[in-house]
């Protein structure tokens, strides 16, 4: 499965799928964040689509000493980060979906077909406060 291998490649992250579907109801950003923070999918909130899920992925954020910053990728030229992020766009099946880029390359999508999205948006993490990060051997 071409996703599957796709994601194995990636290093420093560990692929979590989604599991569940739909416009309103996908878990597609819960199964991101799980991959990229590597803890469980189950230990992630479902943020729905309700009015303040925002402010409810950013408390959760803040949990890990990270602050989502957006950025506009169909306004805001070719500019990527070095390191992984996540990016929004719409997926083949004409819905909003989220998915695990790394420079300018598709490293994990979450949904079984593994086909990506047409970006739109992207959700880099800023640290709060760089004296709680832990260094890296």
Known sequence: MRQRERSRGAKHMK???QTKFGERSGNCLSACLASLLEIPLED??????HSDWYEKFTDFMKKFNLQPLDVDLENGGDWRPDGYYIVNGHSQRGIM??????GDTLV?????DGV????????????IDPAKCKEVA
């Open 15 to 17: 692929p979590v799928y």
């Open 44 to 49: 992630i909130p479902d943020f729905g689509w």
């Open 97 to 102: 979906h989220s998915v695990i880029y790394k």
């Open 108 to 112: 994990h999508d979450p949904y079984p």
């Open 116 to 127: 990506g999205v047409m970006p739109m948006s992207c959700t880099i993490f800023l640290v």
